[in-house]
């Protein structure tokens, strides 16, 4: 199904699905109809077999700020079951970047706060404007929590640092936020956009589409196992990747010395 987008734009540029955040008078808060765009503009990148990479970024000075007023104030009259579809909706959202099978780069200028904050986290690569850029997870000022990012930050930059961040609600500037681990790259906001593009077309021209994929896969799912069932699971992929024609394809490029292209 194809939405009407009203909250993004999205579009695909030489296999690169490009998702933006376009509400820039409203400093790109989100809301539940962002929030469903958003994840059907995720859903349609990985079943479209022309696209590579994704490409999150957001129109303004602004990344995004967390949620939207309006939305908030809906919130707050919710009862449990509203409020536990709701959640449900985010973290859907969050699950389909984190495990979707293809590289994911963000891109970050002005704030990103609370679900900006939790949004960006979930990428492969966050690149970040040096001079604007700032990032935190602010919900607990709000007597809110930042549950459901909670889980991948972890994953991102280890317990202690996440602890730091969420219980003391700070904000960080773009390199403090490097020296953490949190994003990937800072760089000056006039080569931003340029960057992330670079990023990109490395990945997709350096890098088996295949092997990101399954890599990503390792990723979201080894950390829930045990050591014995992750290293059985780990096995089982690595035989089964051997087979796939990327790889055939790479080892008979690698065998002939030939350059490839993927």
């Known amino acids: 199904m194809k939405m009407d987008y009203v909250r993004i734009t999205h579009e695909i540029n030489k296999h690169i699905s490009i998702i933006t955040l ?13 929030i469903t765009e958003l994840t ?20 303004g ?26 959640s449900t909706d985010l973290m859907k959202l969050y699950q389909q970047i984190y495990t979707l099978r293809k590289p994911v780069v963000c891109l970050v200028q002005g704030p990103a706060l609370a679900g ?23 919900e607990s000022q709000l007597g809110f929590i930042p549950a459901i990012v909670l889980i991948f930050l972890v994953r991102r930059i280890g317990e202690g640092r996440a602890r730091e961040l969420v219980l003391q609600s700070r904000v960080i500037d773009a390199d403090e936020a490097f020296s953490l681990g949190l994003i990937s790259k800072v760089v000056p906001g006039f080569e931003l956009e340029k960057s992330g593009f670079d990023l990109i077309n490395e990945l997709i021209t350096k890098n088996s589409g295949t092997s990101m994929g399954l890599i990503k896969e390792l990723l979201s799912r080894v950390p829930g196992m045990v050591t014995n069932d992750a290293l059985d699971y780990a096995s089982h992929l690595n035989a089964l990747t051997r087979m796939t024609d990327d790889c055939k394809k790479g080892i008979n490029a690698f065998l002939n010395t030939k350059s490839i292209k993927w």
């Not at 309006?70 to 919710?78: T, W």
């Open 116 to 138: 900006g904050c939790g949004l960006m986290t979930v990428c492969d690569f966050i690149i970040a404007s040096r001079e604007t850029a700032t990032f935190g997870y602010t």
């Open 40 to 59: 059907q503009a995720f859903i349609q990148s990985q079943r479209n077999s022309d696209v590579k990479a994704v490409l999150l970024r957001a129109a």
């Open 22 to 34: 376009n509400q820039p008078e409203k400093e790109n808060a989100l809301d539940n109809q962002m």
């Open 61 to 86: 000075d602004t990344f995004c700020t967390g949620e939207d007023i309006e939305y908030l104030q809906r919130v707050s009259k919710y009862d449990f079951t509203q409020n536990f579809q709701d």
